[in-house]
């Protein structure tokens, strides 16, 4: 058989732990075989990070911009447990984060569904993406403790000196203050992430603030997203036969649960983090969550919802076979080769992705599928397999 060819590469990361193993296995059983794949390989397992300072991360998130494309496995963000455990020289920060800010770029995570397992919400009959505006807001505010009766102002000095100030309130009592930011250049990228992806993905963009409440903060939000609508996406959405749709948080909510799905839900920083639990967890499983980081340009990198799955790596260290779920990272896998194909005009490579996936859903709804999906599976198991022997049976099924 003679294998698809590729045009352009992928940035292919490698990661860490358990799902570095299923990354090796997913491309010798269900890639290889198929495409000839051309990727550019950057290991961002922590030793080797640690061994070049972290210098391979930035050279990934440099050739993502390059080739547009990128797939990542998960990996480990160290902490002071992890420092001692692989004898770091630092405690390197996260690779998310530093491919995240290099290419200024937005999360997007979306579930994939099966009929094996029925969302908790029984109208839901397609995915839900939520996009989360992942800088400033309360993640970045500071806060202050206070002790006693006074006074709290804002104050802000511009570079010409003048200054805007105002009491925020006049305590009588201990209490707490905040003051968090945000900017509009952030703001403009989340906004054209987002427009970019429900383009991509031909599906309705929805955005919720509570401008009603935060008349300058919010509203901002709301503005913004607004005019780069008007400005610079009306008529491709209206081409695409997609609309945009802002609301509030509150009436957002209500209408989430009561939809059939099959939209994009961009949320700011606080409410993307909690509605984002919210939807995995009613959708059934962190296993079947898959990750896309879009930039405001249109470049895209693919990736598992979910970490590199350490409880079942350090039984998997004791010789033992684990049931781990590798399907979030078959779907990364297929959806950089499916945006590697439409840019590159390679059907073919899409054609493939398709068939990945198409094999990978028929595999569990056949009842083949991982412990953590038999544990919620609505239709007969007909075997609970390990994480190779599952991947065993999605390339038979190829
Ligand atoms: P995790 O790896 O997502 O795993 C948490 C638990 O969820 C697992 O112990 C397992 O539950 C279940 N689970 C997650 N993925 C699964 C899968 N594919 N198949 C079956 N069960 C699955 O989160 P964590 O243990 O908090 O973090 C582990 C490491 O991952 C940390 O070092 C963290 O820094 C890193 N992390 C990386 C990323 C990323 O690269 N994007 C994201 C999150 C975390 P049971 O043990 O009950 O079976
Ligand atoms: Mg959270």
């Known amino acids: 058989m003679s294998r698809i060819q590729m045009k352009n590469p992928v940035v292919e990361m490698d990661g860490d732990e358990m799902t570095r193993v299923i990354w090796a296995l997913i491309k010798r059983d269900l ?6 794949l051309k990727t550019e390989y950057y290991d961002l397992g922590l030793p ?6 972290d ?5 990934a998130a440099a050739a993502i911009k390059k080739y547009h494309v990128g797939v990542k496995c998960a990996t480990i963000t160290p902490n002071a447990q992890r420092v001692e455990e692989y004898n770091l020289r630092e405690m390197w920060k996260s690779p998310n984060g530093t491919i995240r800010a290099a290419l200024d770029g937005t999360v997007f995570r979306t579930p994939i569904l099966t009929r094996a397992v029925s969302p908790v919400v029984k109208g839901w009959k397609k995915p839900i993406t939520i996009a989360r505006h992942a800088y400033g807001d309360v993640y970045r505010a500071t806060e202050y403790r206070v002790p006693g009766p006074g006074r709290a102002e804002l104050c802000f000095t511009g570079e010409n000196g003048e200054t805007f100030r105002k009491t925020v309130y006049d ?14 250049n952030s703001i403009e990228s989340f906004a054209r992430s987002s427009f970019e992806y429900a383009l991509d993905r031909g599906e309705d963009l929805w955005f919720s603030t509570k401008d009603t409440i935060s008349k300058q903060y919010d509203q901002t939000f709301k503005l913004i997203f607004q005019r780069i609508f008007d400005e610079e996406y009306r008529q491709r959405f209206a081409e695409k036969g997609i609309e945009y749709f802002y609301t509030l948080i509150d009436d957002a909510v209500a209408r989430v649960i009561r939809s059939k799905g099959g ?17 995995s967890a009613a959708f059934g499983s962190l296993a079947m969550m898959t990750s896309v980081l879009v930039s405001p340009e249109g470049n895209f990198e693919y990736e598992a919802a979910h970490g590199t799955v350490t409880r079942h790596w350090y039984r998997y260290q004791q010789g033992e076979r684990t049931s781990t779920n590798p399907v979030a990272t078959v779907f990364a896998w297929s959806g950089a080769l499916r945006k590697r194909g439409e840019l590159d005009g390679t059907p073919e490579l899409c054609a493939f992705a398709h068939r990945l996936e198409k094999a990978t859903l028929d595999t569990i709804e056949s009842g083949v599928m991982t412990k953590d999906l038999a544990l919620l599976s609505e239709i007969p198991v007909k075997k609970t397999a390990d994480t190779e022997e599952f991947i065993s049976a999605i390339a038979e099924k190829l």
């Open 263 to 279: 939209f994009i839900w961009a949320c700011k920083n606080y409410d993307g983090d909690v509605m984002s639990d919210m939807v």
């Open 171 to 184: 305590y009588e009592c201990a209490g707490v203050l905040q003051a968090m930011f945000n900017k509009d």
């Open 31 to 36: 890639l290889e075989p198929f495409v000839e």
């Open 55 to 59: 210098a391979v991360t930035h050279e």
């Open 48 to 53: 080797h990070r640690d061994e070049t300072g």
